[in-house]
């Protein structure tokens, strides 16, 4: 574990862009926090697709909902997380999230135990701009601890 404070300031985060319509802010990655935990918010605007079903094997993944409305696939059904509303998705379990219909989502997300992933969404900002092979995400799989899954569920949601 660390000893060592991590304090990002909101005006020294990197800010990536996945997608034309959400953002990632690095707040605390693996190597920073000693493994206790890896953090990032989401924001996620109007139609974003948000991330497809996937799962972790050795990490939770936590959502804790600051503004908007977001869905979130767990396993075999959709929840909606609202404003204050705050979600644990185990380790081994399919999970997938997005904003609802319309809506839009800020979102913390915080994986415990940390895991190093922020090259993972460095990745997914060079594949949105066209500067490396979409097949590089499914290839880092292992090394991000990012495995999707297929989710009929998900992906005919209204």
Sequence with gaps: MTTAPLHVRADDATVLAD??????????????????????????????????????????????VLDGVL????????????????????????????????????????FTPGIDRFDYYRLLERVYRGEADPAEIAASGQRYDNHYVDSPLWRDRP
């Excluded at 404003?83 to 998705?89: M, P, Q, S, W």
């Excluded at 999970?95 to 609802?100: D, K, L």
């Design 19 to 64: 997608g034309p319509t959400s953002l990632i802010t690095l707040l605390g990655d693996a190597g920073e926090t000693g493994g206790a935990l890896t953090a990032n918010r989401a924001t996620l605007h109007t139609g974003s697709p948000g991330a497809p079903p996937h799962l972790h094997t050795r990490a939770a993944e936590t959502f804790f």
């Design 71 to 110: 869905d979130v696939l767990v396993a075999d059904e959709i929840r909606t997380l609202r404003r204050g509303d705050f979600l644990l998705v185990p380790a081994h379990t399919p999970h997938a999230f997005a904003p609802a219909r319309g809506e839009s989502a800020d979102v913390l997300v915080v």
